[in-house]
Structure formats: structure tokens, C-alpha cells
């Protein structure tokens, strides 16, 4: 009997906690998984955001890079994370991408949204060496040298990969394409002039073209980028063609919904922030707020359409 009645007050006693410490989250540091190397947009984005976020969270909160497999390293590494809100992921449009070009094991829907934080037009970066004045002597050159002209991305089956295969059958051009571990990597390669040209999305490079070391001989945009206003994107050049990245953050499944909340409103005060504004801005970073629920339908919608476009650009 005395038996009995201590594991009924233990069971009870489970039962109150649990509503508490959803209450009191977070009591530690939390963990937010990239699933690059350091170095390439969505590190140095998160990175930037980090502080910011934890002042209003009021504990740390803590870049782990994960790369591998063209993403899926970390996705799956955090859509297995323990559902409690204290490891999150990068979600970036390869999230919507990977699960239709090979097989994983986690797509959008293993994930509870919780904040958009920007959307950048991709582009194509070369050296400024490189003779190529702008974009309609590079997609020549390509045409003439089918396979010669080589094009680096942050790993296959990633975002600004399908961005290269996508904008080489708008372009009627053929490239060879070469993966790395992430955005990092992939401009590092370009700046020793291991490859021809880079597939990227800011702010990786940004620096490096301020600099005058890189050129933008590609924009994906619909509109010119502020920071540089005398480069045309390439539907200005008559390549009829835009494609950009969302960067966000995503929770395991089943992660509380009081727990979500804090989690977003934390991040979307740190996007507030004045001072992460201007260095987003200097970073050439467009920042694209989307709450839980826009952002969930965003992957939906993405998860849909890069699914077609996959198809046909294996046909």
C-alpha cells in the first residue's frame, strides 16, 4: 500500500513539473544546428543573429555546425533532436529540396516552424580576373565549351545547386558542377581559382566583391541589389530568370506550442534589433520576417514546386 501510494506521488509529481518547466523555458543554453560549414551564408547569418536573440531569451545561444551530405547530416541530427525546444535547425530552402533528389530521413513536415528570418536572391560569382564582362559572354563561352566552365556549390542536392542546374536550362548552357561542404568552402575554392565561377546567396562573397577580389556576373534577382546598383540582374540581360533562398528556424516535431512561442518571439526581437539590422544590411542580407504559420506554409508550398522542378530538370 505504501508502495503504491509513493508511485502515485511520483507520477503526480512528473505531471506538475512538466507544465513548469515549459514555463520557465529555457533553464540552459540553446543549440541551434547548421547543417554546413562555418563560413557560408545561413553560419554567418545565425551567427550574426545569435546574440541578439539570446538577450531576449535570456540564456545562450550557441552555433553548432554539422556538415555532410549535402545538408541531411543535420537535418537529420535535428529533426531527431529531443522535441524540448533546446535544439533547433537552420531551415533553408534545401529543407524543401534534398528529400525530392535523394532518399532522407526527415522532410519539411518532421519539423514545427518557428521563424522566417530572410530571403536573398542567389547569384554566380567569378574572380575578377575572369574574362567574362557580363552575363551573356559567360552563358556563351558555356555554350561553345559545353562542361568547361566550372560552377561550385555548398554541396549537392543543396539550394544554390538546383539554382546552377535550374538557371543552365533557362539559359540553354551546360556547366559542370562542383560540390563542397558549404557556402565557406565554395568561396574559398573560387578565391584560389580552383573553379571558374560560384553559385552563392548573401552575404557569402559579399565582402570579397566590395573588395574588388570577386565579380557578380549572375543575379537571380528580380531587382538590382542596394548595395550594388550598377550590376543588372540576368533577366535584365534578357535571361528570363530569378531564384533566391529563405533562411529560418525550425523545432523537432511535437516541440510545445507555449515553447515554440518563446522561441520565435525571442528571434523576432533579435531581428528587431537595430544594431543586427545594420549588419544584416552590411552583410547585403534582405530581411524576411514570416511567423510560425506563414513560414510552415512557405515549406509546404516550396516543398510542392521544388518537387516539379526537380523532374524536369532531370528530364
Known amino acids: 500500500m505504501i508502495k ?35 563560413g557560408g551564408a545561413t553560419d554567418l547569418i545565425f551567427r550574426a543573429l545569435a546574440p541578439y536573440a539570446a ?7 550557441v552555433i553548432v555546425n554539422r556538415p555532410g551530405g549535402g545538408s541531411a547530416v543535420g537535418y537529420t541530427e535535428g529533426a531527431k533532436a529531443k ?47 575572369m574574362p567574362w564582362k557580363n552575363v551573356r559572354e559567360f552563358v556563351d563561352f558555356a555554350k561553345k565549351n559545353p562542361n568547361m566552365i566550372t560552377v561550385g556549390n555548398s554541396g549537392a542536392g543543396g539550394g544554390v545547386h538546383l539554382v546552377a542546374l535550374a538557371f543552365e536550362k533557362a539559359a540553354g548552357a551546360k556547366f559542370n558542377h562542383i560540390p563542397f561542404s558549404g557556402g565557406g568552402p565554395s568561396v574559398t575554392a573560387i578565391l584560389g581559382a580552383h573553379i571558374n565561377a560560384v553559385s552563392v546567396s548573401p552575404p557569402e562573397g559579399i565582402e570579397h566583391v566590395k573588395a574588388g577580389k570577386l565579380r ?48 520565435h518571439d525571442a528571434f523576432k526581437l533579435g531581428m528587431e534589433d537595430p544594431a543586427f539590422q545594420k ?22 508550398q516550396d516543398h510542392e514546386f521544388y518537387g516539379k522542378l526537380v523532374k524536369e530538370i532531370k528530364k
Open 83 to 129: 522535441a524540448d525546444g533546446y535544439t533547433l535547425t537552420s531551415a533553408v530552402t534545401p529543407l524543401t529540396i534534398l528529400p525530392h533528389q535523394v532518399t532522407t530521413a526527415y522532410t519539411y513536415k518532421d519539423f514545427e516552424p518557428i521563424i522566417n528570418v530572410v530571403s536573398d536572391p542567389s547569384m554566380f560569382l567569378i574572380r575578377s580576373d
Open 216 to 263: 557578380i556576373i549572375a543575379l537571380f534577382s528580380e531587382k538590382r541589389l542596394e548595395m550594388f546598383p550598377d550590376i543588372p540582374t540576368v533577366k535584365e540581360q534578357g535571361i528570363d530568370f530569378a531564384m533566391g533562398m529563405w533562411r529560418g528556424l525550425v523545432a523537432p516535431k511535437g516541440t510545445p506550442p507555449d515553447v515554440v512561442k518563446k522561441l
Open 4 to 38: 503504491r501510494f509513493v508511485t502515485i506521488l511520483f507520477v503526480l509529481s512528473l505531471s506538475m513539473v512538466a507544465p513548469i518547466q515549459a514555463a520557465d523555458f529555457p533553464v540552459k543554453e540553446v543549440q541551434v544546428i547548421i547543417p554546413w560549414a562555418p
Open 55 to 61: 538577450k531576449h531569451l535570456g540564456k545562450a545561444v
Open 279 to 300: 549588419t544584416a544590411k552590411d552583410m547585403a542580407v534582405n530581411l524576411s520576417y514570416l511567423g510560425p504559420d506563414a513560414f510552415g506554409r512557405l515549406m509546404a
